[in-house]
T-cell receptor
Framework: AAGVIQSPRHLIKEKRETATLKCYPI?????VYWYQQGPGQDPQFLIS???????DKGSIPDRFSAQQFSDYHSELNMSSLELGDSALYFC?????????????FGEGSWLTVV | AQSVSQHNHHVILSEAASLELGCNYS??????LFWYVQYPGQHLQLLLK??????LVKGIKGFEAEFIKSKFSFNLRKPSVQWSDTAEYFC?????????????FGQGTELSVKP
């Protein structure tokens, strides 16, 4: 079965640079979520989109922005990168119309800021 | 605000030992409950979920969990662990559509199984 696809899988950037992560949700899923997981930490919710509109916002820094496009893929843009942004970034998707709204995660994008 | 608490940060067991990982949540409304597993360097994989009905749910790889509403708990169990179960385990709550449907995670429990 198709899963959540994220790219790139690994990314190395320097401080103050910009990075863009992409996420392709499971087909026919209407909601996309972004999570950040620092080393040894639990995943922290950043932002979500339902039917291409922002539906919820968590602990996302102002330097970060995200959007969901007409084909339902989503991009997380991170600017003025800081060392503390080094983390594993997960995208997840779900079908909120389905019973229970199970959320499925992609394999993550490892961002290292040097 | 909703929160999830996992009692143990690190559990060390020998192979064939029984496992129980505690999870408590705080939310007064209807919740969906999940356990995810994260093997070293990998993504989160769904172990099992509870939406409604039988409070004892069975998941993949021999795991099961019991929802006890009165205790706001959703503990994960496995009768006999294997070395390959070494991973981080996250309990999570989905508080419903009016919360954006997002998952709130516990702090995670690292399980180390000695061969």
């Amino acid at each position: 079965a198709a899963g959540v696809i994220q790219s790139p899988r690994h990314l190395i950037k320097e401080k103050r640079e910009t990075a863009t992560l992409k996420c392709y949700p499971i087909p026919r899923h209407d909601t996309v979520y972004w999570y950040q997981q620092g080393p040894g930490q639990d995943p922290q919710f950043l932002i979500s989109f339902y039917e291409k509109m922002q539906s919820d916002k968590g602990s996302i820094p102002d330097r970060f922005s995200a959007q969901q496009f007409s084909d339902y893929h989503s991009e997380l843009n991170m600017s003025s990168l800081e060392l503390g942004d080094s983390a594993l970034y997960f995208c997840a998707s779900s079908d909120q119309g389905a019973s229970g709204n199970t959320i499925y995660f992609g394999e993550g994008s490892w961002l290292t800021v040097v | 605000a909703q929160s999830v608490s996992q009692h143990n940060h690190h559990v060390i067991l020998s192979e064939a030992a029984s496992l129980e990982l505690g999870c408590n949540y705080s939310y007064g409304g209807t919740v969906n409950l999940f356990w995810y597993v994260q093997y070293p360097g990998q993504h989160l994989q769904l172990l099992l979920k509870y939406f409604s009905g039988d409070p004892l749910v069975k998941g993949i790889k021999g795991f099961e969990a019991e929802f006890i509403k009165s205790k706001f708990s959703f503990n994960l169990r496995k009768p006999s662990v294997q070395w390959s179960d070494t991973a981080e385990y996250f309990c999570a709550v989905n508080a419903g559509y009016n919360q954006g449907g997002k998952l709130i995670f516990g702090q995670g429990t690292e399980l180390s199984v000695k061969p």
